[in-house]
């Protein structure tokens, strides 16, 4: 189900909880509202839609992917950069990235995955991570 998007910053600055197998409709919806927002957005955390649990959705190069209770373990090439957010009202803001990372997350089925991702997709993730530890660029 398409999500309205939440913008209250108190909300949105608040740590997610863990995710649990419980949380699948939340994930769902997640997807289903940021296919929604394809054209303006890139990747979503499930605060954005009210749920405050560890999910994230992004588009890797044309693959929606989901992600639960991810974590950054390494990092690598830190850059300036800036970035929009459709939870926050007003332009692009400044804020450090990592051109490569190294993420432990659970897949749909919670099987507990490491990859890396570099580029753009490591940005979209470092964001929405960001979001589920309530930190707002």
């Known amino acids: 189900m398409i999500r309205d ?8 600055g ?11 409709p939340a ?10 927002h394809r054209e303006e957005c890139v990747g ?4 954005m839609i009210g749920k405050s649990v ?13 992600m639960y209770n991810p974590e950054i373990i390494g990092k690598s090439m830190p850059y300036e950069t800036k970035e929009g957010c ?17 993420v432990k997350f659970q897949d749909k089925g919670f ?11 490591a940005q979209i993730i470092q964001h929405e991570i960001d979001h589920c530890r309530g930190v707002l660029i």
């Not at 099987?111 to 997709?121: D, P, V």
């Open 86 to 102: 459709l939870s926050l009202l007003g332009g692009p803001r400044k804020t450090t990235r990592y051109k490569t990372i190294k």
């Open 27 to 36: 994930a769902q919806d997640l997807l289903d509202t940021l296919k929604a």
């Open 5 to 12: 998007l939440v913008h209250d910053p108190f909300f949105l």
């Open 54 to 66: 560890s999910i994230i959705a992004f588009n890797d190069s044309g693959v929606f992917t989901l």
């Open 14 to 24: 608040i740590k997610s909880k863990p995710a649990t197998k419980l949380d699948a």
């Open 111 to 121: 099987k507990e995955r490491t990859k890396t991702y570099s580029e753009f997709t």
């Open 44 to 47: 979503m955390a499930a605060n």
